[in-house]
């Protein structure tokens, strides 16, 4: 069964560093997520991607953070300067064709630490 | 905005019993679905329920959406170890743009 898949499975940077998180969504899926879950807190939504922009975003997603679909494959979040709030469990999902009526995939999440 | 309320926060069962977890909104649900994860692991896709009464069923989990597509419930019959994890609902936001989850319901299951 095709699954999304998360690199790296784990990050550890310092604060004030960029990390780029990758995800390889599911081939024929339109439509990408990227979630957080802070240890121990809910799966937050940070922003959703369709057609090479940016469908929609939370409040936490601000001008630190930006989305990419830089090839047909792949599909990034920046971090640009990271914080030590900013360490949390990240998740990429896909869907498609529709939207609506169509369950998110989750990758299996990359654990980024800020030290 | 909408919020899930999921009860309880976690739940601790013999093997072999049956178990129901809540997941409630402050909204109609336009679209519920039921993941589970396990620590520091991925959401794996259980069920989706749209219709007001709509209930799905798969080995020996049954989810139901009520009448009012307000709540849902996640029953679990005769448990095993396996079923362990955190169990999350989510449903669309209003635009229909994003998932939303509630916090989750962490199930143990002791032999």
């Known amino acids: 069964e095709p699954e999304v898949t998360q690199t790296p499975s784990h990050q550890v940077t310092q604060m004030g560093q960029e990390v780029i998180l990758r995800c390889v969504p599911i081939s024929n899926h339109l439509y990408f997520y990227w979630y957080r879950q802070i240890l121990g807190q809910k799966v937050e939504f940070l922003v959703s991607?369709?057609?090479?922009?940016?469908?929609?975003k939370s409040e936490i997603f601000d001008d630190q953070f930006s989305v990419e679909r830089p090839d047909g494959s792949n599909f990034t979040l920046k971090i640009r300067s990271t914080k030590l709030e900013d360490s949390a469990m990240y998740f990429c999902?896909?869907?498609?064709?529709?939207?609506?009526?169509?369950?998110?995939?989750f990758g299996n999440g990359t654990r980024l630490t800020v030290t | 905005s909408q919020e899930l309320e999921q009860s309880p926060q976690s739940l601790i069962v013999q093997e072999g019993k049956n178990l129901t977890i809540n997941c409630t909104s402050s909204?109609?649900?336009?679209?519920l679905y039921w993941y589970k994860q396990k620590y520091g692991e991925g959401l794996i896709f259980l069920m989706m329920?749209?219709?007001?009464?709509e209930e799905k069923s798969h080995e020996k989990i049954t989810a139901k959406l009520d009448e009012k597509k307000q709540q849902s419930s996640l029953h679990i019959t005769a448990s095993q170890p396996s079923h362990a994890g955190i169990y999350l609902c989510?449903?669309?936001?209003?635009?229909?743009?994003?998932?939303?989850f509630g916090k989750g319901t962490t199930l143990s299951v002791s032999s």
């Open positions: 991607f369709y057609n090479n922009e940016i469908s929609e």
């Open positions: 329920l749209q219709k007001g009464g």
């Open positions: 909204k109609t649900l336009y679209g």
């Open positions: 999902a896909s869907t498609g064709p529709g939207q609506v009526a169509s369950p998110l995939h």
């Open positions: 989510g449903a669309h936001n209003q635009a229909g743009t994003a998932l939303i």
